[in-house]
């Protein structure tokens, strides 16, 4: 199915959105929980999985829905569908810090691999599917499993990444090493596998685990600053603790620098 062609604008630095553009009868699907705002003119529908086999009856449908809970995303996905005679506007938003990236599936031989929470929206016509790994030791230790998401057809779809990101370029044979949970998505010749870290102090002093990702060209590779994991972990270190108190960071005084500074929780 060939996937609707849809306009859009990104706006924002940190925060980011999306607002997509549809011409009539244009749809765009998403992931639940990512809608912003729309139109006046546009009709909400929940779907099973991504909507590219809405004519392929009830076990059709099941099975393309099923795919997405094995990436731990919902059954459900809603479309959204310009019922007006002019164009219609609809926004999406990322759910936490960081940056957008626009994928034009036709530029990427038409499949794109990614993390499995980074897919945001897409033209209708896209699929959303599941990418297994075929090798032992990046399921047991790659941080991602056996299983990534990939999408395929040959529109428009937007992933999302946290913190700032960076795009490299790989050429043939070309590798670059990255910590698992940075890799946001890579193009489908881009082969990945994991290393180990390797050196008895890197592996229990080091704090950086015991693998990292190998990603050997050619294609491109995304990568982010700030994986969502690793923002929770921070977060949940510095929250105030049961019968405790939250980190004094910045404060020779501990305590009594946070009543001084304006902090009066105990």
């Known amino acids: 199915m060939q996937a609707h062609e849809i306009d859009y604008h990104i706006y924002g630095e940190e925060m980011q959105y999306v607002e997509i553009e549809l011409d009539p009868q244009e749809i765009v699907i998403a992931e639940a929980g990512s809608f912003m705002m729309m139109d006046n003119n546009i009709q909400m529908e929940t779907i099973f999985g991504d909507g590219s086999e809405q004519q392929s009856g009830l076990f ?35 759910p936490y810090p960081g940056k957008i990236i626009p994928i034009d ?31 032992l030791g990046r399921g047991l230790f790659g941080g991602e499993g056996f299983i990534m998401q990939k999408i395929e057809g040959d529109g428009m779809a937007f992933v999302h990444t946290g913190g700032t990101l960076a795009k490299k370029e790989l050429a043939a044979g070309e590798i670059l090493k990255v910590d698992t949970g940075c890799i946001v998505g890579f193009t489908k010749d881009v082969d990945y596998d994991i290393e180990f870290i390797g050196g008895i102090k890197n592996s229990i002093f080091g704090g950086e685990g015991l693998f990292y ?43 009594l620098g946070s009543l001084l500074d304006g902090d009066r929780r105990f």
């Open 213 to 255: 990702a190998t990603l050997r060209g050619p294609g491109t590779v995304y990568v982010q600053s700030l994986p969502f994991s690793r923002l929770a972990d921070r977060i949940i270190a510095s929250a105030p603790k049961a019968g405790g108190s939250s980190r004094d960071e910045g404060s020779l005084l501990g305590g």
């Open 105 to 135: 599936l036709t530029q990427f031989g038409g499949k794109f691999i990614c993390q499995k929470d980074s897919f945001l929206c897409a033209a209708k016509g896209v699929s959303i599917g599941i990418e297994f790994s075929k090798k």
């Open 60 to 94: 059709g449908k099941l099975l393309n829905a099923g795919k997405r809970v094995l990436t731990g995303e919902s059954l459900f996905m809603t479309a959204f569908i310009n019922q007006n005679n002019s164009k219609s506007k609809v926004s999406f938003a990322a």
